[in-house]
């Protein structure tokens, strides 16, 4: 039993945590309120809001916004760097960056870079044009690049950018229009490496000596295709030798790691390599993945004191400098005690509102927030809206919640937002509160399709049977002038199949289409509604997928297009009556001639190699015919036939 139990210690001590001086009792993470230890930044090409669009193909100019905003005032000038296409500057471009509170300094080699700012910058390698004063509001921004440029080729709201790099070049398949979405992926023209203030600490309250961890923790994403992550880290030449850095990501992750001037020690998840000493993979070790796991192991190696850490996106490149100021031994961070009430709802709230896990459709509210990221709030009882009945539902991973918008208390105004409560109840032994956290939702204004298998246009679905009804609804919201918007026309496309036009210019096209009608426009939001039915030739390959797309417009040709990719099932097909054709009945006749050909060879190759050796051999001429006979009599049975040949002679 020994060697079958011994693999099981190491997760059963995994499970109930270290013993003794390893355990994370005593400290909690609080923000750190003096200047952080350690300035960490990060690359991503995901930015706090922003769009494309095709709308500046037609006119004179490529036009991108940056919308620069700042948690802190920054001492370091903003570096943006504008790279023309692989066929070289062939086109005017206009940067328009708003970055109220920062110097920048923007390089290109375009010499038609035209810079509209409301900031000082230096222009290394363009003509610094007069500054011009531009409103902070988004709206405002993007109608002002609008009405003086005629079209928005990118528009990316960034936050404490140290860095950005802008890939020039415009896209004939982009949206229409910019309409600004949050956690906007701008990778195919946008990378930034982005600084992160959200560093928390704390220290035991009994620690004996001042050996100090900092703890990096990327936020699990299984599905990135990041496999390897560069971590530069550089240290004052005086750095304390009584520190280690804790980072810990998914198992199959790989560090490759750029010390300067660092005396310092790793606890790596994952395995890692240190450049300037050899490029050979060190294996890590399975690391907690929880806060206060990955707290107790620092405690465990004996460094009482959690000088920084950080919880960041997983991203191909980290920056962490240690600061020269001294590792005090008690690290200065938010006051533990006891609170009044308003106090201790600061943290959920804060926290909350930098999440925002809310999300609206035309239709619906939804909230998902990822258990781990409410760590720092702890003893999370339920979830609900401003409607206490809606409950969020919670698994091992998520809570998360979903109702239509008239529903659990969400009051819609104008302008495309819709407005509720988030509340968290919080347990703290047998006293129960709540934290309440108002919120706005933007409506986006762009085209929604959904497919329905009845008419009550409930329970959407992406599974198109065949031969069987459909019911599609097409719905926007457009506040301005609601009936102006039209449904331009409907198309499903199936591969191997030429295009199905359904519905044109409100109208229904083709046999088994009807336009139904939908209900009164309310809250600016139109709603169009039809069904079809989808069937494929006799004969014909039912595939496997298709696409539903629809295009809304206004007179002006302003178009708004959808896809929506459904799978194919082929749930009945009429019966085929007319008989067995002369083709099958070929077939068959020549599938039953050559397996009975075949058994027919297999028996007699049987037959052949399991005959008896005597009835193989001839018979001697010279034997008497009764001992001919007896020798044949005995056939069948080889052990009896020496006996009775010898008996009959």
Not at 181 to 189: M, Q, T, V
Not at 309 to 324: C, D, G
Not at 482 to 511: F, M, S, Y
């Amino acid at each position: 039993m020994a060697p079958a139990a011994a693999p099981l210690l190491p997760l059963l001590l995994a499970l109930l945590g270290p013993a003794g001086p390893g355990r994370a009792e005593g400290c909690d993470l609080r923000p750190v309120t003096a200047e952080p230890p350690i300035t960490l930044s990060y690359a991503t090409s995901t930015v706090t809001r922003g769009c494309i669009s095709s709308s500046s193909l037609g006119t004179g100019h490529e036009v991108h916004v940056l919308n620069i905003k700042w948690t802190k005032v920054s001492a370091i000038p903003l570096k943006v760097s504008v790279t023309p296409r692989t066929d070289g500057c062939t086109r005017p471009v206009v940067l328009i960056i708003f970055c109220s509170r920062c110097l920048a300094t923007i390089t290109s080699p375009c010499p038609d870079l035209l810079v509209r700012n409301d900031t000082h910058l230096s222009l290394l390698t363009t003509t610094a044009p007069g500054s011009e004063p531009l409103v902070a509001s988004e709206g405002q921004l993007l109608a002002w690049a609008q009405g003086t440029y005629g079209g928005i080729t990118s528009y990316s709201e960034l936050r404490d950018p140290r860095w950005v790099q802008l890939q020039l070049g415009e896209d004939a398949s982009s949206p229409p229009d910019c309409i600004p979405r949050e956690h906007f992926n701008a990778a195919s023209h946008l990378e930034t490496e982005v600084f992160f203030h959200g560093v928390k600490g704390c220290s035991q309250e009994d620690a004996q000596n001042t050996r100090a961890a900092h703890i990096v923790r990327l936020q699990p994403e299984p599905s990135s295709p990041i496999t390897e992550v560069n971590l530069s880290l550089s240290c004052p030449e005086r750095a304390a030798s009584n520190q280690i850095f804790i980072l810990q990501s998914w198992a199959n992750l790989t560090w490759s790691l750029s010390v300067d001037k660092c005396n310092i020690q790793f606890l790596v998840s994952g395995n890692y390599k240190i450049v300037s000493m050899s490029p050979m993979l060190i294996p890590g070790e399975l690391l907690p993945d929880t806060e206060q796991g990955l707290i107790a192991k620092a405690f465990e190696k004996n460094y009482s004191i959690i000088a920084s850490y950080s919880i960041i996106p997983v991203s191909t490149h980290i920056s962490l400098e240690i600061q020269e100021h001294e590792m005090v031994r008690k690290v200065p961070v938010m006051p533990t005690t006891s609170a009044p009430a308003r106090d201790r709802d600061t943290l959920p709230r804060a926290l909350l509102l930098m999440l925002q896990p809310w999300k609206c459709t035309d239709e619906t509210l939804e909230i998902v927030i990822a258990r781990y990221l409410l760590e720092p709030i702890k003893d999370v009882v339920n979830i609900t809206l401003r409607d206490i009945s809606c409950q969020a539902e919670k698994n091992a991973t998520h809570f998360m919640l979903k109702t239509p918008l008239s529903h659990c208390g969400t009051l819609l105004e104008g302008r495309g937002h819709a407005n509720n409560e988030l509340i968290l109840n919080l347990a703290k032994g047998a006293a129960l509160r709540s934290v309440r956290v108002g919120f706005q939702c933007n409506i986006p204004r762009e085209l929604f399709l959904r497919l329905f298998p009845t008419a009550a246009f409930e329970a959407p679905q992406t599974e198109l049977e065949v031969n069987k009804e459909a019911f599609v609804q097409a719905s926007m919201q457009w506040e301005d002038h609601p009936a102006d918007l039209q449904l331009k026309e409907c198309w499903l496309v199936a591969p191997g199949w030429e295009p199905v036009l359904l519905v044109q210019g409100g109208e229904a096209h083709g046999a088994g289409v009807a336009v139904l009608e939908g209900p009164p426009s309310s809250h600016g939001r139109k709603v169009w509604r039809f069904r079809f039915t989808y069937s494929v030739p006799e004969g014909g390959r039912v595939p496997f997928s298709a696409t539903l797309k629809c295009k809304a417009g206004l007179q002006n040709n302003t178009i708004f297009e959808k896809v929506l990719e459904v799978t194919v099932k082929d749930g009945w097909r009429p019966p085929n009556n007319r008989g067995l054709g002369l083709a099958a009945v070929l077939g068959i006749t020549f599938g039953a001639f050559l397996i009975g050909a075949l058994l027919t060879a297999g028996l007699w190759y049987i037959y052949s190699h399991t005959r008896p050796i005597s009835k193989l051999q001839p018979v001697s001429s010279t034997a008497p015919a009764s001992e001919s006979s007896s020798t044949n009599h005995s056939i069948g049975s080889t052990q009896s036939t020496p006996c009775s040949t010898s008996s009959m002679a």
